[in-house]
Nanobody
Framework: QVQLVESGGGLVQAGGSLRLSCEAS????????MGWYRQAPGKQRELVAV???????NYADAVKGRFTIFTDNAKNTVHLQMNSLKPEDTAVYYC?????????WGQGTQVTVSS
């Protein structure tokens, strides 16, 4: 089991920055993959960025060059630094952890980017 607690969402103007954080209830060294997904109103949940336990990164094309995913191993936390935000980044952002065949989700945090 993994519990995930997210923080850092909010309202920001276009061009601004936000940092999302997700703290896991266990060492992230025991988690295969951690990542961020988002879901905008009326749309399916989509991958934003993931990082594997081996340090492999993967980003959605829409956020490459603007978002950075990184971990703080000592705090069992994964961060998503979001720069140059656009109105189309508005969504509920969810933290995800995969351990073997199991997948765990955080409660979600709202990010709203105004134009």
């Amino acid at each position: 089991q993994v519990q995930l607690v997210e923080s850092g969402g909010g309202l920001v103007q276009a061009g601004g920055s936000l940092r999302l954080s997700c703290e896991a209830s266990r060492s992230i060294f025991t988690i295969n993959t951690m990542g961020w997904y988002r879901q905008a109103p009326g749309k399916q949940r989509e991958l934003v960025a993931v990082i594997t336990s081996g340090g492999i990164l993967n980003y959605a094309d829409a956020v490459k060059g603007r978002f950075t995913i990184f971990t703080d191993n000592a705090k069992n936390t994964v961060h998503l630094q979001m720069n140059s935000l656009k109105p189309e980044d508005t969504a509920v952002y969810y933290c995800n952890a995969k351990v073997g065949l199991s997948s765990y989700w955080g409660q979600g945090t709202q990010v709203t980017v105004s134009s």
